[in-house]
T-cell receptor, first 112, second 110 residues
Framework: DAGVIQSPRHEVTEMGQEVTLRCKPI?????LFWYRQTMMRGLELLIY????????DSGMPEDRFSAKMPNASFSTLKIQPSEPRDSAVYFC??????????FGPGTRLTVL | EDKVVQSPLSLVVHEGDTVTLNCSYE??????LLWYKQEKKAPTFLFML????IEKKSGRLSSILDKKELFSILNITATQTGDSAIYLC??????????FGPGTRLSVLP
């Protein structure tokens, strides 16, 4: 099993640009989570899906952030327009049970 | 607002020592408490606790929950350098997202 796959692994962009982060969950997992981790705020849950349906997006910081899961094997997190304070490591995680989440390697986003 | 506090924030020990990491929480509609280990990259799941007083054990790691006093401890016995990591505590609540604590950074020296 390849585990959770995230792309890109590193992204450097300029303020105002659109950023799209991608995630392929482990096959058979019906939960998918997007997290953000920074030194200041730690690990924060942004949104999670169950069976491709967004269940709770209360952690999404503002309207510039959006997430989609068009099918069971793919999800995106989009930031438009990006700002320097969005710089962080973004993790995708998947699970069959809500709590035993398997994390991907993360995408390190730097917004200049 | 739901809150998870961990202590200590940082800890340095020598191989063979036993450590106790603490996690306290204030949440409404508690569902479960989770422990994760984060080495260089992504967190990995350790334990999920839902009931008070029942110890979960995996090798040299063990954890217990006290729902009355709203805390959990994670014990690591006979520490090894490979135990060096950030240990994250998170609480899951009904109707709320997971809330993570700041983590305890454990360094085990040879």
């Amino acid at each position: 099993d390849a585990g959770v796959i995230q792309s890109p692994r590193h992204e450097v962009t300029e303020m105002g640009q659109e950023v799209t982060l991608r995630c392929k969950p482990i096959s058979g997992h019906d939960y998918l989570f997007w997290y953000r981790q920074t030194m200041m705020r730690g690990l924060e849950l942004l949104i999670y899906f169950n069976n491709n349906v967004p269940i709770d997006d209360s952690g999404m910081p503002e309207d510039r952030f959006s997430a989609k899961m068009p099918n069971a094997s793919f999800s995106t997190l989009k930031i438009q327009p990006s700002e320097p304070r969005d710089s962080a490591v973004y993790f995708c995680a998947s699970s069959t049970r809500r709590y035993e989440q398997f994390f991907g390697p993360g995408t390190r986003l730097t917004v200049l | 607002e739901d809150k998870v506090v961990q202590s200590p924030l940082s800890l340095v020990v020598h191989e063979g020592d036993t450590v106790t990491l603490n996690c306290s929480y204030e949440v409404t509609n508690f569902r479960s408490l989770l422990w994760y280990k984060q080495e260089k990259k992504a967190p990995t799941f350790l334990f999920m606790l839902t009931s008070s007083g029942i110890e979960k054990k995996s090798g040299r790691l063990s954890s217990i929950l006290d729902k009355k006093e709203l805390f959990s401890i994670l014990n690591i016995t006979a520490t090894q350098t490979g135990d060096s990591a950030i240990y994250l505590c998170a609480v899951d609540s009904y109707g709320q997202n997971f809330v993570f604590g700041p983590g305890t950074r454990l360094s085990v020296l040879p």
